[in-house]
């Protein structure tokens, strides 16, 4: 258990759907992340928050929209995604101590047909 | 720009040593990480080294950092089938306090 959870851990959804993931850290940090993780390419940053204001966005395409609402809690909302957006994706948390480590939540398995 | 490499596999027997490498581009960078993560799961921090050390030991893992040459090593000691994963180093190099990873170095063991 790092204090990071995210769900759902699986998610199919068809390519007209909308889906949101969740995450939530108990960890009092005040950055979160979120990164994609496909096969066979190195983890992507999407996002990054920063005391619930948005500082990253990595050219991510608008049908990924995240959302903040408050230090403890981020969600990716999912709307019209393509079959190529199947992948993990990964939430974080950290907090600006000596070593800034990157706490992971267990990641959601998505699947668009 | 930045660029984290790692070989992609590693296959060592029971009892051995693994020593997984990682260079990184990004001289800049005060932070490297290496992060675990297990069939299914999501990525677990085993240790962070700060740029100015070239050495840390914890247990049975053993970081070696040679920053001349931007290259950074995990050496598992007594290396169990539990430690079959993929092995991530990271920098700490993006402009938000991300981090920048490799691609992953997935470790085999043999019994």
């Known amino acids: 258990e790092t204090g990071v959870t995210q769900t759902p851990r699986h998610l199919v959804m068809g390519m007209t759907n909308k889906k949101s993931l969740k995450c939530e850290q108990h960890?009092?940090?005040?950055?979160m992340y979120w990164y994609k993780q496909s096969a066979k390419k190195p983890l992507e940053l999407m996002f990054v928050y920063n005391f619930k204001e948005q500082t990253e966005n990595n050219s991510v395409p608008s049908r990924f929209s995240p959302e903040c609402p408050n230090s403890s809690h981020l969600f990716l909302h999912l709307h019209t995604l393509q079959p190529e957006d199947s992948a993990l994706y990964l939430c974080?948390?950290?907090?600006?101590?000596?070593?800034?480590?990157?706490?992971f939540g267990p990641g959601t398995r998505l699947t668009v047909l | 720009g930045e660029d984290v490499e790692q070989s992609l596999f590693l296959s060592v027997r029971e009892g051995d040593s693994s020593v997984i490498n990682c260079t990184y581009t990004d001289s800049s960078s005060t932070y490297l990480y290496w992060y675990k993560q297990e069939p299914g799961a999501g990525l677990q921090l085993l240790t962070y080294?700060?740029?100015?050390?070239d050495m840390k030991q914890d247990q049975r893992l053993t970081v070696l950092l040679n920053k001349k040459d931007k290259h950074l090593s995990l050496r598992i000691a007594d290396t169990q089938t539990g430690d079959s994963a993929i092995y991530f180093c990271?920098?700490?190099?993006?402009?938000?306090?991300?981090?920048?990873f490799g691609k992953g170095t997935k470790l085999s063991v043999k019994p």
């Open positions: 080294i700060f740029s100015n050390m």
């Open positions: 960890l009092g940090h005040n950055a």
């Open positions: 990271a920098e700490l190099g993006g402009s938000q306090g991300n981090l920048i």
């Open positions: 974080a948390s950290s907090h600006p101590s000596a070593g800034n480590e990157q706490f």
